[in-house]
């Protein structure tokens, strides 16, 4: 069993900036990738980012790819997503992912 549980989403200005956290907790997460997706209505969920835990491997849809960043605390078993240069289209429910397990998923609302 795996629990993730996701903060720090918000409103903000296009152009600014938003840090949300995915603690995780349960079975050895540490030997899986941790990912972000986010969805909005009527859309499919989409692939954000993700992280191996191992060996700290990143890798970043296109379309986020250098304005985020996916970082973790070991000690804290929590990862980051960094958000910066949010624009409009950033809009989503943002969830936190591991293998099978997802977490309850935090909005994101960019105004412009």
């Known amino acids: 069993q795996v629990q993730l549980v996701e903060s720090g989403g918000g409103l903000v200005q296009a152009g600014g900036s938003l840090r949300l956290s995915c603690a995780a907790s349960g079975r050895t997460v540490s030997r899986y990738a941790l990912n972000w997706f986010r969805q909005t209505p009527g859309k499919e969920r989409e692939f954000v980012a993700a992280l191996w835990w191992s060996d ?3 890798y970043y849809a ?5 304005r ?3 970082s ?3 000690a804290k078993n929590t990862v980051y997503l960094q958000m910066n240069s949010l ?3 950033d809009t989503a429910v943002y969830y936190c992912n591991s293998t099978d397990y997802w977490g309850q998923g935090t909005q994101v609302t960019v105004s412009s």
């Not at 296109?62 to 250098?66: R, S």
Request: hydrophobic share 20%; proline share 6%; aromatic share 6%.
């Open 72 to 74: 973790r605390d070991n």
């Open 87 to 89: 624009k409009p289209e």
């Open 68 to 70: 985020f960043t996916i």
């Open 62 to 66: 296109d379309c986020v790819k250098g």
């Open 56 to 58: 700290g491997t990143t």
